[in-house]
């Protein structure tokens, strides 16, 4: 009761602090990113997505447990924080160490440690310290246990010293991966090592050593018919103006939990020109981590009636016909008072990754998906990154905000 109390309190603080826009200063430090898709790997998205929304889900729900011995020394009660172990992600190389080693990590606003070692071993520099301190997180599909330093971490331009980092004795479920980027809020990061309390983000340090001059991250991903392509970009210290075509809105963090621990919002969805509606406005979340849009059992039945689409038993997706996709409207997300049109080719799979996925080459698949569970829990939709693909992201963690913006990407047929 002791963590649920904390994080309401952390929440009822993140509220208080209103959604001002955000001031764009001149030190903007950008980094491409990958969108990888492993064909060896899980072709069952939704069942990955699936377990990863539970485990976000049961969050709060976590209970506490104490220190246990082992022979790895003592492995310290994780928090269930969520992390990607799927098919397709978005990947950022990072450095860490003086000088730098290079990691493959997942970019993560759903999770907020970072950490490396999973495949590639940390190399100990001039630059590394020790804090004593292990550190774990538990996800859906596996863990990582480790040891806890500091030390310098290079993203793009940026040189953080001084940064938190998990080094992994134990992870799995990362594929070849080396670790995590955190992007999330602070709170997601806190008893996740053995001293308690949170641990700085990369977010956090960048801002407070003064080398950028907000907390925000933008994020630029793009749709993509290819399997692997660096597409992507993040932005840290403000937004990258070249990558939408319309204003930037911004809407605060949720404060419904336990959607308020992430990068919560509110949002409610309608199908077509009619305004069929579909999602009544609740509370979800965003997350660069989740490659598909889940929404309530409830709201996605009223999408598959408005469709017509079946369940397809191989890939977990809804399918339908050639007919149907002729006459498939528009989806619209109903962000603040903003309306963000998702278009019927915006909501099919890329028909040439289809097989990838389990389906056949030429049918047409759905990434709109059953989250599990009705309307009014709290966490309601996950808009993964099929959806923002589609919209450039900015996450603002100082003002506790999130905006969206149209990009050229909006209305484009790439699938
Ligand atoms: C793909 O996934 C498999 C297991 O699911 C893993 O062994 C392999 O290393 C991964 N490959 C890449 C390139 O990530
Ligand atoms: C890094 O070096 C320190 C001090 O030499 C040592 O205690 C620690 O085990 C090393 N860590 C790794 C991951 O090699
Ligand atoms: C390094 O960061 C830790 C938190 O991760 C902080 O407690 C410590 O004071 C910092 N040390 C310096 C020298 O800034
Ligand atoms: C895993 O690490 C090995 C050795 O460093 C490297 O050769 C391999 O490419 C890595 N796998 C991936 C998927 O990056
Ligand atoms: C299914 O759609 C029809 C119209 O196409 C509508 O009349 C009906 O209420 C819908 N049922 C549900 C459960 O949404
Ligand atoms: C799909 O799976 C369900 C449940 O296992 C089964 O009832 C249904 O017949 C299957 N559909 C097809 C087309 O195989």
């Not at 009223?302 to 002729?326: E, S």
């Amino acid at each position: 009761m002791a963590r649920l109390s904390a994080l309401f309190a952390l929440a009822a603080a993140a509220v208080a602090v209103s959604a001002t826009p955000i001031v764009v200063r001149d030190s903007l430090v950008t980094l491409p990113i990958a969108r990888r898709f492993n064909s060896t790997g899980a072709a069952n998205i939704v069942k990955a997505d699936q377990a990863r929304a539970k485990t976000l889900k049961a969050r709060l729900q976590a209970t506490k447990v104490s220190p246990v011995d082992t022979a790895a020394g003592k492995i310290f009660p994780g928090i269930n924080v969520p992390v990607t172990n799927q098919a397709i992600i978005y990947t950022a190389s990072v450095g860490v160490g003086t000088p730098p080693t290079s990691y493959e990590l997942i970019v993560d606003t759903g999770s907020s440690n970072t950490w490396v070692g999973a495949n590639k071993s940390y190399v100990n520099t001039s630059s590394s310290v020790d804090t004593g301190a292990e550190v774990e997180v538990f996800y859906g599909s596996g863990f990582f246990f480790g040891e806890e330093y500091t030390d310098t971490v290079t993203i793009g331009d940026l040189v953080i010293k001084n940064q938190s980092i998990g080094v992994a004795e134990i992870a799995f479920g990362f594929d070849g991966l080396d670790g995590i980027l955190g992007l999330g809020p602070d709170d997601l990061t806190e008893d996740t090592t053995s001293v308690g309390g949170e641990v700085p983000t990369v977010i956090d340090n960048a801002f407070a050593q003064g080398l950028i001059h907000a907390k925000v991250v933008g994020v630029s991903f793009e749709p993509t018919a290819q399997e692997s392509v660096t597409n992507g970009e993040l932005t840290f210290g403000g937004v990258d103006y070249k990558k939408v075509t319309g204003p930037i809105k911004y809407v605060p963090i949720t404060s419904t939990s336990p959607a308020s621990d992430y990068v919560g919002i509110d949002q409610s969805i309608t199908y077509g020109s009619s305004r069929i509606p579909i999602l009544s406005a609740t509370a979800g979340i965003t997350d660069t981590g989740t490659t598909l849009v889940y929404i309530a059992s409830d709201a996605f039945a009223a999408y598959q009636n408005a469709t017509g689409a079946v369940i397809d038993n191989n890939t977990g997706l809804l399918k339908i016909t050639p007919d149907q996709f002729a006459n498939l409207e528009s989806l619209f997300f109903h962000i603040g008072d903003a309306t963000y049109e998702f278009t019927p080719n915006a909501q099919i799979w890329p028909r040439a990754l289809n097989t990838l996925i389990g389906g056949d080459a030429d049918s047409i698949y759905l990434v709109v998906v059953n989250l599990g569970s009705p309307t009014g829990e709290g966490f309601d939709f996950i808009d993964g990154y099929t959806f923002l693909e589609r919209f450039y992201y900015v996450y603002d963690s100082a003002n506790a905000c999130v905006g969206f913006a149209t990009t050229h990407f909006t209305y484009a047929t790439t699938n």
